[in-house]
Protein backbone atom coordinates (compact mmCIF):
# COMPACT_ATOMS: atom_id res chain seq x y z
CA UNK A 1 0.00 0.00 0.00
CA UNK A 2 3.22 2.32 -0.27
CA UNK A 3 2.37 3.21 -3.70
CA UNK A 4 -1.21 4.90 -2.95
CA UNK A 5 -1.84 8.12 -4.62
CA UNK A 6 -5.34 9.06 -3.79
CA UNK A 7 -5.51 7.18 -0.14
CA UNK A 8 -3.32 8.10 2.68
CA UNK A 9 -3.38 5.08 4.93
CA UNK A 10 -2.08 4.54 8.78
CA UNK A 11 -2.93 0.61 9.16
CA UNK A 12 -2.12 -0.01 13.19
CA UNK A 13 -2.48 -3.73 13.76
CA UNK A 14 -1.79 -3.15 17.42
CA UNK A 15 -4.70 -1.40 17.64
CA UNK A 16 -6.71 -3.13 15.70
CA UNK A 17 -7.35 -0.09 13.42
CA UNK A 18 -6.83 1.48 10.03
CA UNK A 19 -7.49 4.70 9.01
CA UNK A 20 -7.99 5.80 5.40
CA UNK A 21 -7.50 9.30 4.10
CA UNK A 22 -9.15 10.19 0.98
CA UNK A 23 -6.14 12.50 -0.27
CA UNK A 24 -7.48 15.35 -2.96
CA UNK A 25 -7.66 18.04 -0.95
CA UNK A 26 -7.37 20.59 -3.55
CA UNK A 27 -10.23 19.12 -4.88
CA UNK A 28 -12.27 18.67 -2.02
CA UNK A 29 -11.51 15.34 -1.99
CA UNK A 30 -14.00 14.91 -5.54
CA UNK A 31 -14.22 11.10 -6.09
CA UNK A 32 -12.30 9.74 -9.10
CA UNK A 33 -12.34 7.10 -11.09
CA UNK A 34 -8.72 6.37 -9.92
CA UNK A 35 -9.25 7.37 -6.34
CA UNK A 36 -12.19 4.85 -5.83
CA UNK A 37 -10.67 2.14 -7.42
CA UNK A 38 -7.27 2.28 -4.99
CA UNK A 39 -10.13 2.59 -2.20
CA UNK A 40 -11.87 0.33 -3.29
CA UNK A 41 -8.46 -2.22 -3.64
CA UNK A 42 -7.35 -1.16 -0.15
CA UNK A 43 -11.14 -2.18 1.36
CA UNK A 44 -10.66 -5.58 0.28
CA UNK A 45 -7.41 -5.96 1.50
CA UNK A 46 -8.54 -4.75 4.84
CA UNK A 47 -10.81 -7.08 4.76
CA UNK A 48 -9.08 -10.36 4.53
CA UNK A 49 -6.47 -8.79 8.31
CA UNK A 50 -7.56 -9.81 11.40
CA UNK A 51 -5.79 -7.90 13.16
CA UNK A 52 -7.98 -5.42 12.05
CA UNK A 53 -11.20 -4.75 13.39
CA UNK A 54 -12.35 -1.19 12.82
CA UNK A 55 -11.88 0.60 9.30
CA UNK A 56 -12.37 4.84 9.46
CA UNK A 57 -12.67 6.96 6.98
CA UNK A 58 -11.59 10.53 6.70
CA UNK A 59 -10.75 13.32 4.14
CA UNK A 60 -7.44 15.15 4.32
CA UNK A 61 -8.25 19.02 4.26
CA UNK A 62 -11.21 20.99 5.29
CA UNK A 63 -13.79 18.19 3.53
CA UNK A 64 -14.80 14.83 3.45
CA UNK A 65 -15.30 15.03 -0.04
CA UNK A 66 -17.32 16.81 -2.74
CA UNK A 67 -18.92 14.22 -4.46
CA UNK A 68 -18.04 12.60 -7.68
CA UNK A 69 -15.62 14.42 -10.14
CA UNK A 70 -17.73 15.51 -12.38
CA UNK A 71 -14.98 15.96 -15.31
CA UNK A 72 -13.79 12.85 -14.65
CA UNK A 73 -17.24 11.58 -15.14
CA UNK A 74 -17.57 13.34 -17.89
CA UNK A 75 -14.19 12.64 -19.79
CA UNK A 76 -15.84 8.52 -19.23
CA UNK A 77 -19.14 9.23 -20.56
CA UNK A 78 -20.48 7.75 -24.18
CA UNK A 79 -23.60 6.65 -25.72
CA UNK A 80 -23.34 2.98 -25.74
CA UNK A 81 -25.78 0.76 -23.95
CA UNK A 82 -25.47 1.05 -20.24
CA UNK A 83 -23.81 -1.25 -18.33
CA UNK A 84 -24.77 -3.12 -15.91
CA UNK A 85 -23.88 -2.59 -12.72
CA UNK A 86 -22.07 0.95 -13.28
CA UNK A 87 -18.34 1.79 -13.64
CA UNK A 88 -17.84 -0.14 -10.34
CA UNK A 89 -17.24 3.09 -8.26
CA UNK A 90 -19.02 4.24 -5.36
CA UNK A 91 -21.98 1.30 -5.66
CA UNK A 92 -18.68 -0.89 -5.56
CA UNK A 93 -17.16 0.70 -2.24
CA UNK A 94 -20.66 0.72 -0.62
CA UNK A 95 -20.89 -2.46 -1.29
CA UNK A 96 -17.46 -3.97 -0.18
CA UNK A 97 -18.11 -1.98 3.46
CA UNK A 98 -21.21 -3.60 3.76
CA UNK A 99 -19.74 -6.63 3.39
CA UNK A 100 -16.43 -6.04 5.30
CA UNK A 101 -16.32 -8.35 8.78
CA UNK A 102 -15.15 -5.12 10.33
CA UNK A 103 -16.84 -1.81 11.78
CA UNK A 104 -16.66 1.27 9.67
CA UNK A 105 -16.77 4.32 10.87
CA UNK A 106 -16.84 7.82 8.74
CA UNK A 107 -15.82 10.68 10.02
CA UNK A 108 -16.84 13.61 8.61
CA UNK A 109 -15.61 17.23 8.55
CA UNK A 110 -16.65 20.00 5.93
CA UNK A 111 -18.88 19.00 2.59
CA UNK A 112 -20.12 15.55 2.06
CA UNK A 113 -22.06 15.84 -1.01
CA UNK A 114 -23.16 12.97 -3.70
CA UNK A 115 -21.21 10.02 -3.73
CA UNK A 116 -19.80 11.26 -1.05
CA UNK A 117 -23.25 10.90 0.73
CA UNK A 118 -23.43 7.93 -0.66
CA UNK A 119 -20.37 6.41 0.51
CA UNK A 120 -20.72 7.50 4.23
CA UNK A 121 -24.14 5.48 3.89
CA UNK A 122 -22.47 2.57 3.37
CA UNK A 123 -20.47 2.83 7.14
CA UNK A 124 -21.88 1.12 9.65
CA UNK A 125 -21.25 4.63 12.02
CA UNK A 126 -21.15 7.97 11.07
CA UNK A 127 -19.21 10.75 13.30
CA UNK A 128 -19.95 14.70 12.25
CA UNK A 129 -18.33 18.02 12.94
CA UNK A 130 -20.98 20.30 14.12
CA UNK A 131 -19.84 22.24 11.28
CA UNK A 132 -20.40 19.78 8.18
CA UNK A 133 -22.43 20.15 5.24
CA UNK A 134 -24.67 17.15 4.16
CA UNK A 135 -26.50 17.42 0.29
CA UNK A 136 -27.24 15.40 -2.59
CA UNK A 137 -26.50 18.32 -5.51
CA UNK A 138 -27.50 16.41 -8.13
CA UNK A 139 -30.63 17.89 -8.79
CA UNK A 140 -29.73 20.94 -9.49
CA UNK A 141 -27.70 20.21 -12.93
CA UNK A 142 -30.39 17.69 -13.71
CA UNK A 143 -29.55 13.75 -12.66
CA UNK A 144 -31.51 12.28 -9.59
CA UNK A 145 -28.27 11.28 -7.58
CA UNK A 146 -27.46 7.50 -8.70
CA UNK A 147 -26.37 5.69 -5.72
CA UNK A 148 -26.75 8.05 -3.21
CA UNK A 149 -30.70 7.90 -3.68
CA UNK A 150 -31.14 4.41 -3.19
CA UNK A 151 -28.10 4.10 -0.20
CA UNK A 152 -30.21 7.33 1.39
CA UNK A 153 -33.89 5.92 1.32
CA UNK A 154 -32.53 2.59 2.44
CA UNK A 155 -30.83 4.26 5.39
CA UNK A 156 -33.98 4.36 7.62
CA UNK A 157 -34.60 7.77 8.27
CA UNK A 158 -38.25 9.44 7.63
CA UNK A 159 -39.01 9.61 3.96
CA UNK A 160 -40.16 13.00 3.62
CA UNK A 161 -36.82 13.65 5.10
CA UNK A 162 -34.79 11.85 2.54
CA UNK A 163 -36.97 13.56 -0.13
CA UNK A 164 -36.48 17.08 1.31
CA UNK A 165 -32.54 15.69 0.82
CA UNK A 166 -32.92 14.56 -2.57
CA UNK A 167 -35.52 17.36 -4.19
CA UNK A 168 -33.82 20.21 -2.82
CA UNK A 169 -30.70 20.44 -3.49
CA UNK A 170 -30.34 21.97 -0.31
CA UNK A 171 -27.47 21.22 2.40
CA UNK A 172 -27.72 19.91 5.89
CA UNK A 173 -25.84 20.75 8.96
CA UNK A 174 -24.16 17.54 11.10
CA UNK A 175 -26.29 18.74 13.84
CA UNK A 176 -29.24 18.92 11.48
CA UNK A 177 -28.32 15.42 9.71
CA UNK A 178 -27.60 14.28 13.36
CA UNK A 179 -31.54 14.77 14.08
CA UNK A 180 -32.56 13.03 11.15
CA UNK A 181 -30.84 10.39 11.25
CA UNK A 182 -28.30 10.46 8.61
CA UNK A 183 -25.21 10.69 11.09
CA UNK A 184 -24.47 8.29 14.43
CA UNK A 185 -22.89 11.68 16.48
CA UNK A 186 -22.13 15.39 15.92
CA UNK A 187 -19.01 16.50 17.63
CA UNK A 188 -17.68 20.21 17.69
CA UNK A 189 -15.49 20.50 14.63
CA UNK A 190 -11.85 20.63 17.14
CA UNK A 191 -12.75 17.45 18.75
CA UNK A 192 -13.57 15.29 15.61
CA UNK A 193 -10.68 13.59 15.37
CA UNK A 194 -9.69 12.78 18.91
CA UNK A 195 -13.33 11.73 19.38
CA UNK A 196 -13.23 9.19 16.23
CA UNK A 197 -9.90 7.99 17.56
CA UNK A 198 -11.08 6.92 20.68
CA UNK A 199 -14.02 5.44 19.26
CA UNK A 200 -12.39 3.67 16.78
CA UNK A 201 -10.16 1.75 19.40
CA UNK A 202 -13.03 1.34 21.39
CA UNK A 203 -14.75 -0.38 18.81
CA UNK A 204 -11.13 -2.56 17.84
CA UNK A 205 -10.62 -3.95 21.69
CA UNK A 206 -14.05 -6.23 20.79
CA UNK A 207 -13.77 -9.54 19.41
CA UNK A 208 -13.70 -10.15 15.71
CA UNK A 209 -16.47 -12.19 15.31
CA UNK A 210 -18.85 -10.45 17.63
CA UNK A 211 -18.42 -7.41 15.46
CA UNK A 212 -18.93 -9.30 12.72
CA UNK A 213 -21.91 -11.45 13.77
CA UNK A 214 -23.63 -7.86 14.64
CA UNK A 215 -23.19 -6.30 11.47
CA UNK A 216 -24.22 -9.77 10.02
CA UNK A 217 -27.43 -9.79 12.14
CA UNK A 218 -28.52 -6.01 11.90
CA UNK A 219 -28.18 -5.80 7.93
CA UNK A 220 -29.84 -9.15 7.56
CA UNK A 221 -32.75 -8.51 10.04
CA UNK A 222 -33.53 -5.28 9.26
CA UNK A 223 -35.84 -5.68 6.15
CA UNK A 224 -37.06 -8.83 7.85
CA UNK A 225 -40.92 -9.71 9.04
CA UNK A 226 -39.87 -9.89 12.90
CA UNK A 227 -40.83 -13.41 13.22
CA UNK A 228 -38.00 -13.86 10.66
CA UNK A 229 -35.44 -11.99 11.82
CA UNK A 230 -36.17 -13.71 14.84
CA UNK A 231 -35.54 -16.82 13.66
CA UNK A 232 -31.99 -15.51 11.25
CA UNK A 233 -31.18 -13.92 15.05
CA UNK A 234 -30.79 -17.38 16.39
CA UNK A 235 -28.75 -18.79 12.93
CA UNK A 236 -26.69 -15.47 13.21
CA UNK A 237 -26.36 -16.31 17.27
CA UNK A 238 -25.20 -19.76 16.56
CA UNK A 239 -22.47 -18.95 14.30
CA UNK A 240 -20.99 -16.31 16.56
CA UNK A 241 -20.81 -18.71 19.18
CA UNK A 242 -18.47 -21.24 17.31
CA UNK A 243 -15.93 -18.59 17.04
CA UNK A 244 -16.27 -17.15 20.57
CA UNK A 245 -18.40 -17.45 24.10
CA UNK A 246 -19.86 -14.50 25.49
CA UNK A 247 -19.48 -16.24 28.49
CA UNK A 248 -16.68 -17.35 29.12
CA UNK A 249 -15.39 -14.33 31.74
CA UNK A 250 -19.07 -13.68 33.38
CA UNK A 251 -17.30 -12.58 37.00
CA UNK A 252 -14.71 -10.43 35.44
CA UNK A 253 -17.47 -8.40 33.44
CA UNK A 254 -19.90 -8.01 36.08
CA UNK A 255 -16.81 -7.01 38.43
CA UNK A 256 -15.45 -4.14 36.14
CA UNK A 257 -19.21 -2.72 35.63
CA UNK A 258 -19.84 -2.48 39.27
CA UNK A 259 -23.70 -2.02 39.68
CA UNK A 260 -23.46 0.69 36.54
CA UNK A 261 -21.84 0.61 32.71
CA UNK A 262 -18.61 0.67 31.59
CA UNK A 263 -17.10 0.38 27.81
CA UNK A 264 -13.42 -0.16 29.69
CA UNK A 265 -14.42 -3.68 29.99
CA UNK A 266 -11.80 -5.86 27.70
CA UNK A 267 -12.52 -10.01 27.46
CA UNK A 268 -9.20 -11.76 28.43
CA UNK A 269 -9.20 -13.57 25.15
CA UNK A 270 -9.46 -10.03 23.24
CA UNK A 271 -6.93 -8.44 24.90
CA UNK A 272 -3.52 -7.54 23.10
Given amino acids: MADNKFILTNINEAEGVAWLTLNRPEKK ?101 DTAKFGMPEVIRGSYGATATPSLFHGGIPIKKAFYISLTGRNLTGEEAERVGLVSQVVPEKELDNYVATLAKELASRNGATLESAKIAAYMQKDLPFHMALQADDLVSHRMRYYTNPLSDVEGYLHSQKGGGTVKYVKPEDGK
Fill in 29 to 129: NALSIALLKELADILRSLGDNDEIRCIVTAGAGDSYSSGRDLYDMRGGQSHRRRIRGGDGGVVEIVAIMRNLPQVTVAAVKGWCLGGGLAMINGHDLVVAA
